[in-house]
DNA sequence: GTAATTTCTAAACCTAACTTTAGGTCAAGG
DNA sequence: CCTTGACCTAAAGTTAGGTTTAGAAATTAC
């Protein structure tokens, strides 16, 4: 334990709750960056709690572990983030989740006006927006109507 | 097409703009139970049309299909639902989504709160609330901590 | 110095929500 | 009657986000 040799990959896991493997696997995503020590095993810096701490936030958020990767490159590559550099990515964050309870906000809306009206099977209907189709939950394809009415 | 006969799968899917396959795939989860005419082809009520597409809107606000499956059989099974019916269980769709929101507004002002004290780090954070946790996405095992802090 | 932990890689397995494929049957039109 | 298109079942494949397993090598602990 030479001062600074940084952290074994089962420390981090300790630190941040998460499993070995899905550290690796957040590794093979492109979500963090080890260095290896002669060894060859996996060395972390500190900063690199604070990474993960932040990639389980946002996906509490619901983005998806590409997304997270998007808004963690907006951290400065060449240095240790500064809390500054956090904050600014936070904001960033908190812009994906606005979004994200607008368009719920905006749904909800549309079914209260539906609960009156008992439209409920028509495509014209507007809970039938094709915007805010297929990209709710995010598991395999989705196919949308692009059909003609008729009850 | 005497009269009467109901819906074979390939009209419902257009009626719907689901896949063939996707109808089928949701007979097997139980949302939805045709009968078999003499040749063992499925046939539908024109009212499975608009059975799928309440499916349809509960999977944009997120539910799972056994969720929306649960939120289904508040339907009378014995006799076609009346518009009374579907206004009754979108009210229980309307109580999924309303908590929905909630719960990521409340994440929003915890994020805000975040954004100040740049905890981002600390297992004492409240954006680590155990019960948001491994629930928004709801795929595979979530590892969660319970871990002593310590950075 | 040796035993017990950790870590390593690669590949297989898991769930949700479907789609695709393969091989065969049913139904409608001419 | 016969062809074409719709339908059938069962099984395998797909994506996201990981976990599990197996066998080997590196570290740590005593």
Redesign the pocket.
């Known amino acids: 334990?030479a001062a600074s040799e940084g952290l074994?990959?089962?420390?981090l896991?300790r630190r941040t709750g998460l499993?070995?493997?899905?550290i690796?696997?957040y590794e093979a995503q492109g979500l963090i960056s080890p260095w290896r020590?002669?060894?060859?095993?996996?060395r972390y810096q500190r900063a690199d709690i604070r990474r993960l701490s932040f990639v389980m936030i946002a996906?509490q958020f619901g983005l998806?572990?590409?997304e997270i990767r998007e808004v963690l490159s907006g951290l400065p590559g060449n240095r240790t983030p500064t809390p500054q550099d956090w904050k600014d990515i936070s904001v960033t964050l908190r812009a994906h989740l606005d979004q994200r309870i607008n368009t719920l906000t905006r749904l909800r809306d549309n079914l209260d006006g539906c609960i009156g009206c008992g439209c409920l099977s028509l495509p014209k209907c507007a809970l039938y927006n094709p915007d805010d189709r297929a990209k709710s939950?995010?598991?395999?394809?989705?196919?949308l109507m692009g059909d003609s009415p008729n009850t």
């Open positions: 334990m074994a990959i089962g420390a896991a499993a070995v493997s899905a690796r696997y020590n002669a060894g060859g095993q996996r996906q998806t572990l590409p939950h995010g598991s395999g394809p989705r196919y």
